[in-house]
């Protein structure tokens, strides 16, 4: 005789396994891509005049054509300073004294820096605040955290109304779709971009690598440019990678974007919030690698 309840504990396993095998097959979230506002990728070999405000992202792009060059950089962001002991200070070339992380705002957005000062110049590093305009030397190298080094050079003055805005030709504009109104001061796009809401892109878990088409990745986080590593197992026409977290119907996934060379300066466009075609390359251990496919 069986027990109550048996026949409903026999159930209970293959309900589940019906359910896991309904979810795995509901097929990717659709999203509208926000790429479709968007011009050609912005041409490598055109670059800022030496007093343009700098992003930082651009170095890591670009790094032979402004390492050793005096720049501007617009602080949005200051972190607390750090002096040096004699070890920290002799990884840099030549040494430095005191250091700080900041975030420096262009035309095509913001980027990390670590700002260094030598003997001579360890005193003005407390008068350094968000709003105001540095002129800087970009050394050659990576300095904390892998960041582009910026040796402080002087205090910049500049004409009222000349605000860093961001450029909407070719470039993704303000999440809020408004240009920021130069009377408003310098603003922090990047942190802006952190409240922007992230729509539910396609499924990362599921999707196969290589893929013949391109998926949407709804950008929910992202991280900053570099060239591809040598030995990274990259295509012959990638040049430069971007880690980005895209969120899908079950969580977000970590996933490698990768560039050629044309398009590198495309990499500037993603922020939270941004939609944008991918074509899945590869699964990889930390996640998936995917060409970007946007214009």
């Known amino acids: 005789m069986r027990r109550p ?52 992202r651009r170095v890591r792009l670009d790094p032979a054509a402004y390492e050793d060059t005096e720049r501007i950089c617009a602080i949005v962001f200051k972190g607390p300073d750090e002096e040096l002991g004699a070890i920290a200070a002799r990884a840099y070339d030549p040494p430095r004294v005191r250091r700080s992380s900041i975030r420096c705002t262009g035309a095509s957005g913001t980027g990390w820096a670590d700002l260094v000062f030598d003997e001579a110049s360890r ?60 009377a408003a001061g310098v603003r922090d796009e990047g942190a802006d971009a952190l409240l922007a809401e992230v ?15 391109p998926h949407a990745c709804a950008v929910e986080g992202v991280g900053e440019p570099d060239p591809v590593p040598t030995e990274g197992g990259y295509a012959p026409e990638v040049t430069h990678h971007l880690p980005v977290f895209c969120r899908g119907p079950a969580g977000p996934v970590r996933v490698d974007v990768t560039f050629a060379a044309d398009q590198r300066l ?11 075609p991918l074509t899945p390359v590869v699964r990889t251990e930390s996640g998936v690698r995917a060409q970007y496919a946007g214009p």
């Open 5 to 56: 309840g048996s026949c409903f504990a026999r159930l209970v396993p293959l309900m589940l396994a019906l359910g896991c095998t309904e979810s795995a097959a509901t097929p990717p979230a659709a999203a509208e891509t926000t790429t479709a506002r968007w011009g050609s990728a912005p041409n490598a070999d055109e670059r800022e005049g030496p007093n343009a405000p700098l992003d930082p």
């Open 123 to 182: 005193d003005l590093a407390d008068l350094v605040a968000e709003g105001q305009r540095l002129r800087v030397r970009v050394e050659r190298g990576r300095g904390h955290r892998g960041r582009p080094i910026l040796s402080f050079v002087a205090f910049q003055t500049e004409p009222r109304g000349e605000a860093p805005r961001f450029d909407p030709r070719g470039l993704a504009p303000p999440l809020d779709d408004a240009t920021p109104d130069p």
């Open 199 to 213: 729509p539910v892109g396609a499924n990362w878990t599921t999707l196969e690598a290589p893929s013949e088409l």
């Open 266 to 276: 495309a990499a500037l466009r993603l922020r939270r919030g941004e939609v944008v």
